[in-house]
Nanobody
Framework: QVQLVESGGGLVQTGDSLTLSCAAS?????????MGWFRQAPGKEREFVAV????????TYADSVKGRFTISRDNAKITMYLQMNVLKPEDTAVYYC????????????????????WGQGTQVTVSS
C-alpha cells in the first residue's frame, strides 16, 4: 500500500519558519500527480493550503497563506515540501499531504475529495 509520510511539524513562535516534508513510499502515488497540502484545526473542517502540479510548473495557494508559504517538490526523491514563513497563531493545525487521485489531472485541486492517498498528518503549533 502506498504511503505518504509527513514530517517537520513542531511548536514555534509567531513569525518563525518551518519546513514540512511529505515523502512517498513509491512513485505510483506521487509521480505524474498533483500533490497538495491541507490543514485541519480543532473543531474546523479540513482546508486547502497549497497544491503543486506533477512537474512543479504550476502552484496554487489559499489566500490565507499566499506570500508566506511555498510549495515545492523533488520528483527524484518523491518528496514534496511546504516552506512556511512568518507563521501566525491561526496557522496552528494538523497539516496533511495528499496525492490527487488521478494522474495528470488538475480538477478541483482545492477540494479534499479529489485526493487519495493521504498522509497521517503532522502537528504545527504557533504560539503568540
Amino acid at each position: 500500500q502506498v504511503q505518504l509520510v509527513e514530517s517537520g511539524g513542531g511548536l514555534v513562535q509567531t513569525g518563525d519558519s518551518l519546513t514540512l516534508s511529505c515523502a512517498a513510499s513509491s512513485g505510483y502515488a506521487f509521480l505524474n500527480r498533483a500533490m497538495g497540502w491541507f490543514r485541519q484545526a480543532p473543531g474546523k473542517e479540513r482546508e486547502f493550503v497549497a497544491v503543486i502540479s506533477w512537474n512543479g510548473g504550476t502552484t496554487t495557494y489559499a489566500d490565507s497563506v499566499k506570500g508566506r508559504f511555498t510549495i515545492s517538490r523533488d520528483n527524484a526523491k518523491i518528496t514534496m515540501y511546504l516552506q512556511m514563513n512568518v507563521l501566525k497563531p491561526e496557522d496552528t493545525a494538523v497539516y496533511y499531504c495528499a496525492a490527487h487521485r488521478e494522474r495528470w489531472r488538475w480538477d478541483n485541486v482545492g477540494s479534499p475529495n479529489e485526493y487519495d492517498p493521504w498522509g497521517q498528518g503532522t502537528q504545527v503549533t504557533v504560539s503568540s
